[in-house]
Nanobody, 127 residues
Framework: QLRVAESGGGLVQLGGSLRLSCKAS????????VGWFRQAPGKEREGLVC????????YYKDNRKGRFTISRDTATNTVFLQIDNLQPEDTGVYYC????????????????????WGQGTQVTVSS
């Protein structure tokens, strides 16, 4: 059964950094698009960044490219989200999701159409 599981969240001070992990099970992460999403308190879940399969194209929402970095590690079958200079608005539950091979090799969306979702990891930024 294909699964993804997030880890790496926690309580972080304002301006700090975190690296979240999205570990894939029962499939090779290289061949699937993976997206990172966040649900802030009282808000809907939103897409932040995604990485396509094979060609590793990256798509960031709005201006997040400066503080958010997505990467993929073949050896550990994991997709990472590095968040730098954490701000209070970064607080929320972070989810990763993988598609079922529908998006091709050079594209990935930032919407809820992914097939496999993790349980989420909480990130709290304190001032």
């Amino acid at each position: 059964q294909l699964r993804v599981a997030e880890s790496g969240g926690g309580l972080v001070q304002l301006g700090g950094s975190l690296r979240l992990s999205c570990k894939a099970s029962a499939f090779t992460v290289d061949y699937y698009a993976v997206g990172w999403f966040r649900q802030a308190p009282g808000k809907e879940r939103e897409g932040l960044v995604c990485i396509s399969s094979t060609h590793n194209m990256k798509y960031y929402k709005d201006n997040r490219k400066g503080r958010f970095t997505i990467s993929r590690d073949t050896a550990t079958n994991t997709v990472f989200l590095q968040i730098d200079n954490l701000q209070p608005e970064d607080t929320g539950v972070y989810y990763c999701a993988a598609d079922g091979g529908r998006y091709g090799s050079s594209w990935c969306p930032l919407d809820e159409s992914y097939d496999y979702w993790g349980q989420g990891t909480q990130v709290t930024v304190s001032s």
